[in-house]
């Protein structure tokens, strides 16, 4: 199975601040990477689709980039909606595997 | 808007057999791979496996042995049937929904099924 390491673990940033999250993984999966935002007892909302597209109806104060193996979800102008659980996956082979998720709580 | 929801018995005693339904609203079944997911507490979620809406199947080998999926396309709901479970099947189950090849668009909000006697 392809592995997927998500730096960092924990993020404490402030409202309006922008942040960055990395993921890795262990062997190259093109585009096929997609970001998801989490929040306790919600279902988990779609970001970002083939490392760098937008879904329908999500902020561009969300962008993805990288190809390959690594891959970055950059988050800018903070607000309090916005602290959450962000995980990656990768879809290009099956079994689909995820990142550990990054918690991003406020400072 | 779609909406999935799961449903079934959040606890199940050792060496039984889980089982979970997904309900689909809002949407049609077809033309979509229908997937399980859990998440066992402080861990990553881990991929169960999919189905399509012709009734294709793949099961995550860690799994395969265990696993079986199926779909009511007339109903628009699927199922997983997890069998001879143990305390480390304990965990919250998702259903998603992606188009073939492509990224999960819709995930249900997730059910917690605890193992235990």
């Known amino acids: 199975d392809i592995q997927m390491t998500q730096s960092p673990s924990s993020l404490s940033a402030s409202v309006g601040d922008r942040v960055t999250i990395t993921c890795r993984a262990s062997?190259?999966?093109?585009?096929?990477l997609a970001w998801f935002q989490h929040k306790p007892g919600k279902a988990p909302r779609s970001l970002i689709y083939?490392?760098?597209s937008l879904q329908s109806g999500v902020p561009s104060k969300f962008s993805g980039s990288g190809s390959g193996t690594d891959f970055t979800l950059t988050i800018s102008s903070l607000q309090p909606e916005d602290f959450a659980t962000y995980f990656c996956q990768q879809y290009k082979t099956f079994p689909v595997t995820f990142g550990q998720g990054t918690k991003l709580e406020i400072k | 808007q779609v909406q999935l929801q799961e449903s079934g018995p959040g606890l199940v005693k050792p060496s039984e057999t889980l089982s979970l339904t997904c309900t689909v609203s809002?949407?049609?079944?077809?033309?979509?791979?229908w997937s399980w997911n859990r998440q066992p507490a402080g861990k990553r979620l881990e991929s169960i496996g999919r189905i399509y809406t012709t009734g294709n199947t793949n099961y995550n080998p860690s799994l395969k042995s265990r696993v079986s999926m199926s779909i009511d396309t007339s109903k628009n709901l699927f199922s997983l049937n997890l069998t001879s479970v143990t305390a480390a099947d304990t965990a919250v189950y998702y259903c998603?929904?992606?188009?073939?090849?492509?990224?999960?668009?819709?995930w249900g909000q997730g059910t917690l099924v605890t193992v235990s006697s």
């Open positions: 809002g949407g049609s079944i077809s033309r979509y791979y």
């Open positions: 062997e190259g999966i093109s585009n096929y």
């Open positions: 998603a929904r992606a188009r073939p090849g492509d990224a999960f668009d819709s």
């Open positions: 083939a490392a760098s």
